[in-house]
């Protein structure tokens, strides 16, 4: 058999209930790119597939023991309860079992107590009561964890800043592979650009990281996935045990994971909350964000390449590859935002005049920086109660945009918004804010709660507005301004926008990606160390 062959035998075998030493009624098989994960009733067997990614090896039978016994051995210290032992599989002419009467041992698997679905912290979060001080406890465990598990001399070495670049060239080396696929050229030479422009600013901060102990034998691929809550307590599991240069890290850098995950599922507010926690107990500097915003680049990458890479196995099916596709855009998505936008709260508003350009604009934005997009003429439609596509008689369109409903369009953009921003850390807001009393709305919620506001605004010459008009006449489109309906005067966008610090012009008669990278430039420069 090749290894896909095998590889589909050993999934078949695993997927049969009646084949484990314990009575199951279901199996799930569950994979990923270097696992196949069988859940049972009670049980949980986990296999290594036989690959060799260059960060993590598991192409021998030898190699595939010795990490189950590191992923036995590591696990324990977090999680002591849930893991059980290793356990052989054997292969024989008359195929596989768990019993080893006959037969060569062919693979070894992890055996696990199954957990219960609803207690993970995944699933936890979704949750509309949840309770935020389960952030806390879990808080509490990692700072206990970090304090009693400094690194070996050997794995020092680890947190030297030449080795970290080792992990960052790594990492963009075989992300390349995926430029045009799931993520842009222009997203990943920024990406590219904003963690070595940081390596290279900060060697005196990566000497005093390690000088001061903060590299530590870390959990190493802390998400919210892996940590379970209890009655009482919290276990973590599923630590990193393949590759020292993974787990022996700075402590910022595991906490970073976990704060990007929770955002990447938009709970900036419990990432908030999990930092305001933890920080206090382990760290001694005041602030340590920009070293926090470069680990969490560095995470949401990683996320996003294994996510490309699973993205290519045939095994998971055409929607497994569309749904892991999608994650892996997202990812580097959220991994852009940090570098262009760093982790301070951000309300990034498009405006301009009719057919400038800002709804394409926002939307491009939302796209590429992973940001929700609230569009005011969605709202006013929605708020009419009729399709936003629809564009209705002259008397309809006069009813729809009366002071009255302009004014409740915009309250609720406004309101929209902020609860976005708490959720997801950031938001895009797109309407054309002739009346400016709005912005400047926005302007004094950004000061009484810090946030970061960015005026992004979309122009072009008046005979590119027309021939965008004339196209809306072919297709159906949200904007209810026609090429007939159009003066410059009504519907330009003319206002003083000196009070507001910081603003971008984004001439949209460029192409898109010229277009975005001007306003990332921009936004990578205003936001430099």
């Known amino acids: 058999m090749n290894d896909q062959e095998y590889l589909s035998s050993l999934i078949a075998f695993l997927s049969k209930p009646a084949v484990y030493p314990e009575k199951t009624e279901t199996v799930e098989i569950i994979q990923t790119h270097a696992s196949v994960v069988a ?13 060799n990614f260059g960060f993590l090896d598991f192409s021998s039978l030898e190699k595939r023991k010795f990490y189950c016994a590191e992923e036995l051995r590591l696990n324990r210290r977090l999680a002591k309860e849930i893991y059980i032992d290793i356990i052989p599989l054997y292969l024989s002419k008359s195929g596989y079992s768990f019993t080893g009467t006959s037969g060569q041992t062919t693979e070894f698997a992890v055996k696990m107590h199954r957990m219960k679905e609803p207690f993970f912290l995944v699933n936890l979060i979704k949750e509309s009561h949840f309770d935020i001080q ?6 509490d465990k990692l700072a206990d964890y970090y304090r009693q598990y400094p690194v070996s001399e050997a794995g020092q070495a680890w947190g030297e800043r030449d080795k970290i670049q080792l992990s960052i060239e790594e990492n963009f080396n ?19 650009k904003y963690q070595f422009d940081f390596l290279d600013r900060n060697d005196l901060c990566f000497e005093q990281r390690l000088k001061a102990g903060k590299i530590k034998d870390c959990h190493g691929d802390l998400r919210a996935e892996h940590i379970y809550f209890l009655e009482e307590g919290v276990d973590i599991y599923d630590c990193i045990e393949f590759n020292e240069r993974f787990k022996c890290i700075d402590q910022v850098n595991d906490l970073a994971f976990l704060s990007m995950d929770l955002t990447y599922r938009k709970r900036y507010d419990l990432a908030a909350y999990f930092l305001e926690k933890i920080l206090p107990q382990i760290e001694e500097e005041a602030s340590i964000s920009a070293l926090l915003d470069f680990y969490q680049v560095y995470r949401a990458c990683v996320r996003g390449k294994v996510n490309a890479m699973k993205a290519q196995e045939t095994e998971i099916g055409l929607e497994g590859q569309k749904e892991s596709r999608i994650k892996a855009q997202n990812y580097f998505g959220l991994a852009l935002r940090y570098a262009l936008l760093g982790s301070t709260k951000t309300l990034l508003i498009t405006l301009g005049g009719v057919a400038s350009g800002k709804s394409t604009l926002a939307a491009a934005c939302a796209k590429y920086l992973f940001i929700p997009h609230l569009n005011s003429d969605v709202i006013r439609k929605q708020k009419a109660g009729i399709n936003p596509l629809h564009r209705g008689s002259e008397a309809e369109r006069k009813s729809l945009y009366s002071d009255e ?34 912005l400047y709305e926005l302007k004094k919620e950004s000061e009484q709660q810090g946030l970061r506001m960015v005026i992004v605004k979309a122009q072009a010459p008046a005979q590119i507005i027309k021939a965008r008009l004339a196209e809306r006449e072919k297709k159906q489109n949200v904007s209810d301004v026609h090429l007939e309906d159009y003066q410059e005067d009504q519907f330009g966008f003319k206002a003083d926008l000196s ?7 984004a001439d949209t008669t460029l192409s898109e990606e010229e277009t975005l990278k001007h306003i990332f430039e921009r936004l990578q420069i205003q936001n430099a160390f």
């Open 39 to 51: 859940v049972c009733d009670n049980y949980v067997y986990k296999f290594k597939k036989g690959v």
């Open 134 to 139: 389960k952030i806390a406890v879990l808080a």
């Open 174 to 192: 075989q992300i390349q592979a995926f430029v045009g696929h799931s993520l842009s050229s222009l997203a990943f030479e920024m990406l590219r």
């Open 405 to 438: 409903m302009t004014t409740t369009t915009y309250q609720t953009l406004l309101s929209e918004g902020l609860e976005a921003i708490n959720k997801n850390g950031a938001v895009i807001l797109d309407a054309t804010f002739r009346d400016t009393k709005w």
């Open 499 to 505: 009070d507001f610090e910081e603003v971008i012009l």
